[in-house]
């Protein structure tokens, strides 16, 4: 089965905690790519990332970095120092080879940094 | 930049009401989807498209149709409106390929009364 799941269903942090999200996915392709998506109040869902399954290179933009491991088939997401405006629901998400495109979400996380 | 538009931010309809719900994207997309969002059930797939006049069903399509009638624009059509169809409806676009990254409009957040 393909699933992702976000066990966090919600996180509160004060401003300039470090904080991380954390996604474990399922799948039996050895081709797939992950996703991280941010959905700010207004709704819009907001992409951040992607990463396709042969390349485990950890990156780093910003304040956000992104460990992925398919030794444990995670792919945590990390804010440093958070601030108020990350406040948001995250959304990690698998899309494979036949799956036509269509993205599998986790449930989501609630982020709310608090001032 | 991507950019997809979706016609009304919010809308209040009646129950019974046939509601039109529109997506237009500018990025030249081939694969196009509707999405509704609700607390506690995340996102689920009500249909897709990947080309004009082609769609397919998604996980939760009973209740909705949907119209591609030109490559840029796809609409979810709630024939009978239900209170049970009050959500979150996010419209997403993405290239052809099935890693495309998948771009989202801001939602049009209905209230079926």
């Known amino acids: 089965a393909q699933k992702v799941t976000q066990a966090q269903t919600e996180i509160s942090v004060v401003e300039k905690e470090d904080v991380t999200l954390d996604c474990v996915y399922e799948?039996?392709?050895?081709?797939?790519?992950l996703f991280w998506y941010k959905q700010p109040p207004s709704g819009e869902l907001v992409f951040l990332i992607r990463?396709?399954?042969?390349?485990?290179q950890n990156e780093i933009s910003g304040r956000y970095s992104w460990n992925f491991q398919k030794s444990t088939s995670s792919f945590n997401f990390t804010i440093t120092a958070s601030q108020v405006v990350d406040s948001a629901v995250y959304f990690c998400?698998?899309?494979?080879?036949?799956?036509?495109?269509?993205?599998?979400f986790g449930k989501g996380t609630k982020l709310s940094v608090k001032p | 930049d991507v950019k997809v538009t979706q016609s009304s931010r919010y809308l209040v309809k009646r129950t019974g009401e046939k509601v039109f719900l529109e997506c237009v994207q500018d990025?030249?997309?081939?694969?196009m989807f509707w999405y509704r969002q609700d607390p506690g059930l995340g996102l689920r797939l009500i249909y897709f498209?990947?080309?004009?006049?082609?769609?397919e069903k998604g996980d939760i399509p009973e209740g909705y149709s949907v119209s591609r009638e030109k490559k840029e624009r796809f609409s979810l059509i709630l024939e009978s409106a239900s209170t049970n169809q009050t959500s979150m409806y996010l419209c997403?676009?993405?290239?052809?390929?099935?890693?495309?990254?998948?771009?989202f409009g801001p939602g049009t957040r209905l209230l079926v009364l």
């Open positions: 799948t039996r392709d050895t081709t797939y790519y």
């Open positions: 997403a676009s993405s290239g052809i390929a099935f890693q495309e990254t998948q771009y």
């Open positions: 998400a698998l899309v494979y080879g036949g799956s036509q495109g269509n993205l599998i």
């Open positions: 498209s990947y080309d004009v006049k082609m769609k």
């Open positions: 990025m030249d997309h081939e694969n």
């Open positions: 990463r396709n399954s042969f390349d485990e």
